[in-house]
């Protein structure tokens, strides 16, 4: 069954940098608009950042200016770079396969199973 997989998550002190990866296991699929997305703790869960296939991203502001979405086609991978890390980014990351409608991104049916990411003060 063709999923998407997500590593890089970890254990990092406040103002370190993680980078997530987002590629895809079980069959081919091509992921074309995709999303990273994360959830704390008892909170819902919420976009970080989306790119299309042509490479126009959005950014949710919380994380503007610290995280960068970016993507190599030819490995089929997405990536997710997270600099200065607060404890407000700790949370599970998901990335996610969905669409752009113009200029908003909507998720798909496709997702990880997710990669911890704690960030102590």
């Known amino acids: 069954q063709v999923q998407l997989v997500e590593s890089g998550g970890g254990l990092v002190q406040a103002g370190e940098s993680l980078t997530l990866s987002c590629g895809v296991s079980?069959?081919?699929?091509?992921?074309?608009?995709a999303g990273w997305y994360r959830q704390p703790p008892g909170k819902q869960r919420e976009l970080v950042a989306a790119?299309?296939?042509?490479?126009?991203?959005n950014y949710a502001d919380s994380v503007k200016g610290r995280f960068t979405i970016s993507r190599d086609n030819t490995k089929n991978t997405v990536y997710l770079q997270m600099n200065s890390l607060k404890p407000e980014d700790t949370a599970v990351y998901y990335c996610?396969?969905?669409?752009?409608?113009?200029?908003?991104?909507?998720?798909?049916?496709?997702w990880g199973l997710g990669t911890q990411v704690t960030v102590s003060s």
């Open positions: 996610n396969a969905g669409s752009f409608f113009g200029t908003v991104y909507s998720p798909g049916s496709r």
């Open positions: 790119m299309n296939r042509g490479g126009r991203t």
């Open positions: 079980g069959g081919i699929f091509t992921i074309k608009d």
